[in-house]
C-alpha cells in the first residue's frame, strides 16, 4: 500500500522552476542545464554544489528539496533529469523507473534531536530505548529506561511527545532500518524500512524544517532530522549506542568510521547499501549513518547524457570537498570507483 502511494502518486515539483527539464543546450547538442528534484538531507550540499559547477562549467543546475519520495515520483515520470533520495529504491519502484540507477553521492547521518527544557545537550539513547518511544511504549522522560542510560542527569517527568516525517523520507527509512535492525518489537509492529511508514502515534511534520518546526515550538519533543539540519538549528541532540557499546558524537569521523566499516561495495547501478548499525569491529562509528544517492535513467533525454554523467562524476570527485563544511563526509574511495563506473552506464 504505501510502496503503491509512493510509485504511483503525484507530486507538484515545488521550488524547482519547472516541472520539465530544460532543453537548452550549448554547442555540440550538449545540455547546459538540468533539473533535479528529491532529498531534504542533500540540500545543502546541492546549494554549494549549484552554483559552484555553473561557475566552472556553465551548466545550471535546478533542485527542488521536495523529499526523497518525491524526487523518486518525479524521476519515473522523467519530469526531472535526474533525482536524489537517502533510500534506495524500493522494488517497485525500481521497476516502475525502467532501468535507473542508484549511485551513492554523499555520505551523512540521521540525528535523534529534542527538545527539552532543564535537560542538557547529548542525552545518552540506545536503539531499543529510541525504538520503544516511537512505539510509544516509552512515554515520559523520566524513564527507568532513560534514567539508567543518563544516571547522572535529573530528567523532569515530562510526556515524550514523537515527531515523524509525513512526507516521503529518506531520513525515516534510514531510522526505520536502524530501529528493525536492533529492536525485533520494532521489526514486528512496524515492518520492513521504507520512505513512508504508519508510525503508531506522534505528530508528523513535512521535511526536514517541518520536522524541525514541530520540535521548537513543544516541550518533550524528540525527532530523528539530518544531521546539517540538527547543527545549523542548534538543536539538542542526543549520543546514540553502536554495537561497541560506546556513544560516538555524530560528526565526520564517525560518519566515515560507519562507511568505512562496509565490507563490499554492490556495481552495477543498484547499490543501495545499508551502513547502519555497524558492526562492534567499528567502534567509532555513528550508528545512523547513511548514503544518500543520485537517481538517474539509463536512457535520458536527447542531449543530456554527457552533461549529467560529467556532473555526477564532478559530484563524487572534486565536489566532495564542499561536504566536510556542511557535515557530510568524503565518499569512500572504493565507492568513488564504483560510481565512476556506473556513471559510464548513462546514455
Not at 184 to 194: D, H, L, S, W, Y
Amino acid at each position: 500500500m504505501i510502496v503503491a502511494a509512493i510509485v504511483g502518486g503525484t507530486l507538484a515539483l515545488a521550488a524547482c522552476g519547472s516541472a520539465t527539464p530544460s532543453s537548452g543546450t550549448g554547442s555540440g547538442g550538449r545540455a547546459k542545464a538540468l533539473v533535479g528534484a528529491g532529498s531534504t538531507l542533500v540540500a545543502p550540499l546541492m546549494s554549494v554544489w549549484q552554483p559552484t559547477y555553473y561557475k566552472r562549467y556553465g551548466v545550471a543546475i535546478t533542485y527542488g528539496a521536495i523529499g526523497s519520495g518525491g524526487g523518486i515520483v518525479q524521476l519515473i515520470a522523467r519530469t526531472v533529469d535526474f533525482g536524489a533520495s537517502d533510500a534506495p529504491f524500493l522494488r517497485a519502484q525500481a521497476a516502475a523507473c525502467h532501468g535507473c540507477l542508484e549511485i551513492p553521492w554523499a555520505l551523512a547521518a540521521t540525528l535523534v534531536a529534542y527538545h527539552l527544557k532543564g535537560a542538557p545537550n547529548h542525552l545518552r539513547f540506545s536503539g531499543r530505548v529510541l525504538a520503544d518511544i516511537w512505539l510509544g511504549r516509552i512515554r515520559r522522560w523520566d524513564d527507568p529506561a532513560i534514567r539508567r542510560l543518563n544516571p547522572h542527569v535529573k530528567l523532569p517527568d515530562t510526556a515524550i511527545l514523537p515527531v515523524h516525517r509525513v512526507d516521503g523520507s529518506g531520513d525515516t527509512y534510514a531510522f526505520v532500518d536502524y530501529l528493525d535492525r536492533v529492536s525485533p518489537r520494532f521489526r514486528a509492529e512496524i515492518g520492513p524500512p521504507a520512505p513512508i511508514v504508519n508510525w503508531p502515534g506522534g505528530v508528523g511534520g513535512r521535511g526536514n524544517s517541518g520536522v524541525g518546526g514541530v520540535l521548537s515550538a513543544a516541550n518533550g519533543t524528540i525527532a530523528y532530522i539530518a544531521i546539517a539540519y540538527v547543527l545549523q538549528s542548534h538543536f539538542d541532540y542526543g549520543l546514540v549506542e553502536n554495537q561497541a557499546g560506546r556513544f560516538p558524537t555524530p560528526g565526520i569521523p564517525s560518519i566515515a568510521a560507519a562507511a568505512d566499516a562496509l565490507r563490499s561495495v554492490p556495481a552495477g547501478g543498484r547499490r543501495g547499501v545499508s551502513i547502519v548499525d555497524p558492526p562492534a569491529s567499528a567502534p567509532d562509528a555513528y550508528p545512523i549513518s547513511t548514503f544518500t544517492y543520485v537517481l538517474v535513467p539509463t536512457a535520458t533525454r536527447p542531449g543530456i547524457a554527457p552533461t549529467l554523467r560529467r556532473f555526477i562524476s564532478w559530484a563524487v570527485t572534486a565536489g566532495q570537498r564542499f561536504g566536510p563544511k556542511l557535515d557530510f563526509a568524503p565518499l569512500p574511495q572504493a565507492v568513488v570507483r564504483a560510481d565512476l563506473a556506473d556513471v559510464r552506464l548513462i546514455r
